[in-house]
């Protein structure tokens, strides 16, 4: 069975402070993908990152990272100098072999000027 | 390229009537095709998982009679909600999955918005 767990409902900072976003996966495949999503109040899903369960590296992309530790099944999203314009909810998401993806509860970032 | 669309954005239908959403891959062949729902502040639920040809496989706990998905063609999939209750309002979103293929990706629909009246 695939499970996603995001920990935090909903993350509140101020302007310019970083902000990590907390992703724990389950999976007994060992080939799967994992997922962030954005999705702001409009609803369209915003393709942010996709990974795979052979590459552990980390990446950066503008002010975004992602860590990923296969030993703790974590797969971490990190937002360095938050803006107003990253509030909204992120979801982590894990498709295996079946194809089928779970999607974590979501998080709820509010960013305040 | 791998756009999916959805359509109407939004319906407002009255209890007891039938409302049907497409979902179409705009310049690929999706062999498979889910469909999402999620509730207001809550994370998106598979509902059934379509492929091009042949019958949904639905999630436990979705009735197939009253989510009925045709995947007729490569490029569409439709979900009718039959006999809508205002419990079923909620926002339903596609996904695709096909040429050009990346493994394990979904492609996203923008989303439908169904408010049952």
């Known amino acids: 069975a695939q499970k996603v767990t995001q920990a935090q409902t909903e993350i509140s900072v101020v302007e310019k402070e970083d902000v990590t976003l907390d992703c724990v996966y389950e999976t007994r495949d060992t080939t799967y993908y994992l997922f962030w999503y954005k999705q702001p109040p409009s609803g369209e899903l915003v393709f942010l990152i996709r990974r795979n369960s052979f590459d552990e590296q980390n990446e950066i992309s503008g002010r975004y990272s992602w860590n990923f530790q296969k030993s703790t099944s974590s797969f971490n999203f990190t937002i360095t100098a938050s803006q107003v314009v990253d509030s909204a909810v992120y979801f982590c998401a894990l498709s295996a072999n079946n194809n089928d993806m779970r999607f974590g509860a979501g998080t709820r970032l509010t960013v305040k000027p | 390229g791998a756009v999916v669309s959805q359509h109407p954005s939004w319906v407002i239908c009255k209890s007891g009537t039938s409302v049907k959403i497409e979902c179409r891959s705009l310049d690929f062949q999706a062999t498979t095709m889910f469909w999402y729902r999620q509730f207001p502040k809550q994370s998106l639920m598979l509902m059934a998982t379509s492929n091009e040809g042949s019958k949904a496989t639905y999630e436990q706990g979705v009735e197939k009679d009253k989510f009925l998905i045709n995947h007729a063609s490569l490029t569409l999939s439709t979900l009718t909600v039959t006999s809508a209750h205002p419990e079923d309002s909620s926002f339903y979103i596609c996904?695709?999955?096909?040429?050009?293929?990346?493994?394990?990706?979904?492609?996203f629909g923008p989303g439908t918005r169904l408010t049952v009246t």
């Open positions: 996904s695709a999955e096909g040429a050009p293929q990346i493994l394990y990706e979904q492609y």
